[in-house]
């Protein structure tokens, strides 16, 4: 399943990458809809942490899983400025 919702949501974050060339409300709504699907992963890689993890591990294991996605949360946006030039 982890992996199944990351090649989803890649594949509708490139779809609504490619929106330039094919402007088209329906295809923009389905693309946004199957990313939040893709991106619903996160109780999933939670869960998967806390099982492959020891007891002793498992605090630092969760925070630097849940660290990590939230690092990518907020430096995300910022390589939408490597691309304004694009238009």
Request: with cysteine.
């Amino acid at each position: 399943p982890l992996i199944l919702s990351l090649i989803i949501s890649m594949i509708s974050n490139l779809i609504y990458f490619c929106m330039n060339a094919m402007p088209n409300a329906y295809i923009l709504l389905v693309s946004r809809f199957f990313s939040g699907v893709g991106s619903g992963n996160r109780g999933t890689y939670l869960a998967y942490t806390a099982a492959r993890s020891t007891k002793a591990d498992r605090t630092q294991a969760m925070a630097l899983s849940s660290g990590g996605a939230l690092v990518g949360l907020m430096v995300g946006p910022c390589f939408q400025l490597l691309f304004t030039w694009l238009g």
